[in-house]
């Protein structure tokens, strides 16, 4: 049986800081399982910039008041000693990646250069240009590299292993010759990022982002927390959802519908194009809903007012996109958009450490929850999240590891997953991994996406109930072993599936509105009744029990959230 | 005032030719022709994962990011290296003018299946280069309360080259790595510069020798990789550069770097190469059999070989050339 002191499930920033904090005496044999090769993950993606008061360029930022956007942002919902230690600890992770040799850019003094952020009241959010995710990812890679860290690429984890108080390890699938494997584990960090993929089609994720740890975790027993909350981007392109940054709108791009409006003067008559994220997704959503959409559901982001000149010279990246992703050159035509599933809030529950109620059991990152980002996530904040709770989990893994013994393995502990893997290879059936997918994702967007009201979420939880005694029927087609995707997909739905249950089940018992998620039917936030946090386990019938959590109010007393 | 707005979006059917080889089933790879509809944005891998979802859902690929970052998607549409989430097809469709397009794995690769190719490889010389920072004490603090100071002139220096998302596509590409199962290719190479002149690096020495112990000088500069790279980076560029600062660091004992030197030399001293010796000041004493090899050779085509350079007129120019630069170099140096 293969065994490590320490086990890592995903291989973003979360998990590569983990792998790499736990390694780095070199002490301790360390590995990193992923479905992907590390430096795929969805980490690399990240565009912007992640926050820590440097002061770097304006030296009266201090981190209480990242501390302070940060509770803001999130409508109250973030537990409020959470958030501090996150924004205390900003600086010196920033300085490690620095010293680890990512290449963040510069001032003219030489220092971290910083820029704005929406919501963030000074410029604190660190770059790289335009791929501050990819160097990050990289430069942790590398250090792993350097370190020693195992890595088992293209593994699908199929089941955590516990016996009920510590960890035991993972079942996990090796895609490239379909064997099974136990590797048993002191400690397991799960670090396999969000679920937005649970509306299939609309989202900027990539096509694994499956919640594969959230859902591991659920099915374990651990409770998740706050899973309702998914922070949706209003201008993802029409067929990939790849993000248009608000930049075009800054510079003055216009938002139509087909019959060429500028809508936003109905939403939004002062601040027309420029309101925030959450009221322009309800706008867009709204002209579609009422028929004023492009043939695919669609409103248009449109350039054509601007001269070409400004075009090439500010927004080149933006026209790029549109060219590659989209085949339309947004100089001569306007651009398809439509709001896009961004970030997860929610996630497996954890303390400070990333320690969830099983000991030597971890998350981090957007697969955890400890929760910094409360009801809305504020830019630049998530990469800061998967430095700090990445490297705390692996700290305190390291030192759970050097005290503890392995416990005993269960007998058997491949069982289960054998079944769960014969059970979709044997047999044929007329359902399809894709058929369900695309019929979960319509389904969310359309009754548990942006708007949301008892009905549809009722409608959503009965007809997720259809879908998951669909996916018991479902045949993998493909019957070889070796690097079966189909196969992979097909797992991955079942996580999907349960998260989105989990989602429409919170969202439904949730009566208010917060943050990123919007009750039609309950349009205020409601401080007195829901100021606390949603947590899901897997109740005996298998279907979620949603029970409460206090909010940490450590210093900031809610109040009304304006920009 | 507002104007209706009617998208146009064309369509055209294709025939879509895909390489093919599942090693539990199949003895050799074969070509399956797939019928799709191709519209405007659709990219190469829409259509790739529009006949998995709808016509066959064996066909294997790799996919992830689907925005061009992650490097996972690399195929070879039509011989092309490139990134399947970031190629618009229908321009490809119509530019054949067969309405057919063919996707092949990527080259220099063992196939795993389908479009499916093993990168271990490509990691496996990535990882022997030291390819991470090693802190230079000059310049970094010892602890974290500080940051390390950079300009961003220096940070230019290999900037670009951190954009390297490791799709291998220079790899499939290299005309060396085809010939040389051993050479690192490409994006290692760019991967090892890119530290080297990192001013809070202090493994350069190490790197350069991991560079020649992996085939820095086989590289013969035909620069395709350049040409296929996604993110626009120029590994043989990295190659060349590094190759220089190897020669400035005072490696000289290497047939590559004794080669470039002999021509620098040459051209300063004679305004042009000495061929007739070239052999020996690059292979050493091993260098004489080929000279005298040829010069039996000649004497039996009845001419008389020389083992001097010929004299050319204005071949002091050189000289003049080569002092102008070396002031400059000085002048940039002290700047």
């Known amino acids: 049986m293969l065994t490590y002191d320490v086990l890592i499930v995903g291989s973003g920033g979360a998990g590569l800081y983990a792998a790499l904090k736990s390694r780095i005496e070199e002490d301790l044999q360390v590995a990193v399982l992923t479905k992907v090769y590390p430096t795929r993950s969805h980490t690399s993606a990240a565009q912007g910039g992640v926050n820590a008061a440097l002061a770097n360029k304006d030296s009266t930022d201090t981190w209480e008041q990242h501390w302070f956007d940060t509770v803001k942002g999130s409508d109250y919902l973030a537990d409020q000693d959470a958030a501090e230690l996150m924004c205390r600890e900003a600086p010196e992770v920033i300085r490690e990646m620095e010293q680890w040799g990512c290449p963040f850019d510069r001032t003219s003094e030489g220092k971290i250069a910083q820029r704005p952020f929406g919501g963030a009241s000074k410029p604190r959010a660190c770059y790289a240009a335009d791929k501050i995710g990819h160097v990050m990812l990289h430069t942790l890679y590398e250090q792993g590299l350097r370190h020693g860290v195992n890595y088992f690429n293209e593994w699908v984890t199929l089941s955590l292993l516990h016996n009920g108080q510590r960890c035991l390890g993972v079942n996990a699938l090796d895609t490239r010759t379909g064997k099974l494997h136990t590797i048993h584990a002191k400690a397991v960090i799960l670090a396999t990022g969000g679920y937005g993929r649970v509306y299939w089609n609309r989202t900027s994720n990539a096509y694994g982002n499956t919640g594969d740890g959230a859902a591991l975790a659920y099915r374990a027993g651990l409770p998740l927390k706050d899973m309702e909350f998914v922070q949706f981007h209003p201008t993802g392109l029409r067929r990939t959802g790849i993000l248009m940054s608000e930049g075009a709108r800054g510079e003055g791009a216009y938002l139509l519908n087909a019959l060429g409006e500028r809508f936003m003067s109905r939403y939004a008559p002062e601040k027309m194009e420029l309101g925030p994220r959450d009221l322009i997704s309800r706008a867009i959503e709204t002209e579609v809903r009422e028929g004023r959409g492009g043939p695919d559901g669609e409103v248009f982001l449109d350039l054509t007012h601007l001269s070409r000149e400004r075009i090439l010279q500010r927004l080149p990246q933006i026209r790029q996109l549109c060219i590659d992703f989209e085949g339309i050159d947004p100089i001569e035509e306007p651009i398809p958009i439509k709001p896009t599933a961004h970030y997860s809030m929610g996630g497996i529950h954890t303390d400070m450490n990333g320690v969830s109620p099983i000991e030597g059991i971890y998350a981090a990152g957007e697969a955890g929850c400890v929760s910094v980002h409360g009801a809305n996530r504020l830019g630049g904040n998530s990469l800061l999240d998967i430095l700090v709770f990445g490297r705390r989990a692996g700290n305190h893994a390291l030192e759970y590891a050097r005290t503890h013994d392995f416990q005993p393995m269960i007998i058997n502990p491949l069982e289960i997953a054998e079944k769960r893997i014969q059970n979709l290879m044997v047999g044929e059936s007329q359902e399809t991994t894709a058929g369900i997918r695309r019929d979960m994702g319509n389904l969310m967007s359309e009754k548990a996406g942006i708007y949301r009201v008892g009905n549809d979420l009722k409608e959503a939880v009965a007809q997720l109930a259809v879908l998951k005694e669909r996916y018991k029927r479902l045949k993998v087609q493909d019957k070889s072993k070796i690097f079966n995707t189909e196969l992979v997909a097909a797992l991955e739905l079942e996580n999907l599936l349960d998260l989105a249950e989990i989602i429409s089940q919170g969202a439904l018992e949730r009566t208010e509105s917060r943050g990123a998620h919007y009750r039609e039917d309950f349009p205020e936030r409601d401080d007195k009744n829901w100021l606390k946090h949603t947590m899901a386990t897997k109740g005996t019938d298998g279907r979620p029990e949603i029970t409460f959590e206090p909010v940490t109010i450590s210093r900031f007393q809610p109040e009304k959230r304006t920009y | ?335």
Not at chain 2, 39 to 55: D, F, P, S, W
Not at chain 2, 75 to 94: E, F, G, H, W
Not at chain 2, 279 to 300: C, D
């Open chain 2, 1 to 335: 005032m507002s104007e209706k707005i009617t998208p146009t979006r064309e369509k055209i059917l294709a025939n879509i030719r895909i390489q093919r080889f599942t090693p539990d089933k199949d003895r050799t790879p074969y070509f399956d022709n797939f019928k799709v509809e191709v519209e405007t944005g659709m990219t190469v891998l829409e259509a790739l994962r529009y006949i998995k979802n709808n016509q066959d859902s064996s066909l294997t690929f790799r996919s992830f990011c689907r925005s061009a970052i992650c490097g996972s998607c690399a195929v070879r549409v039509n011989a092309d290296p490139l990134l399947a989430c970031s190629t618009q097809l229908l321009p490809i469709i119509k530019d054949f003018g067969k309405s057919s397009v063919t996707i092949t794995p990527m080259a220099n690769l063992p196939i795993l299946r389908d479009l499916v190719v093993d990168i271990d490889p490509v990691i496996e010389k990535l990882a022997k280069m030291h390819p991470y920072l090693m802190k230079n004490k000059a310049r970094i603090p010892e602890t974290l309360a500080q940051e390390s100071l950079m300009s961003q002139q220096e940070l230019n220096q290999f900037g670009q080259l951190t954009d390297c998302i490791l799709c291998a596509a220079c790899f499939s590409i290299c005309s060396a790595v085809k010939v040389d199962k051993t050479y690192a290719g490409p994006l290692s190479f760019a991967k090892a510069y890119r530290f080297s002149v990192d001013p809070r690096d202090s493994f350069r020495g190490m790197r350069i020798q991991a560079s020649m112990d992996q085939g820095l000088w086989s590289c013969v500069q035909c620069r395709k990789c350049i040409k296929v790279c996604p993110k626009d980076i120029r590994p043989a560029d990295s190659i060349r550069d590094m190759r220089r600062i190897a020669i400035d660091d005072g490696i000289h004992d290497t047939p590559g770097s004794r080669r470039a030197k002999a021509y620098t030399d040459d051209v300063e001293k004679f305004g042009q190469v000495n061929k007739p010796m070239l052999p020996v000041i690059v292979n050493g004493t091993q260098g004489w059999t080929a000279i005298e090899a040829a010069e039996v050779g000649l004497k039996k085509h009845g001419l008389e070989p020389t083992r001097e350079v010929c004299k050319l007129p204005g071949q002091s120019g050189a000289a003049t050339i080569y002092k102008k630069v070396r002031e400059i170099e000085k002048q940039e140096k002290n700047v």
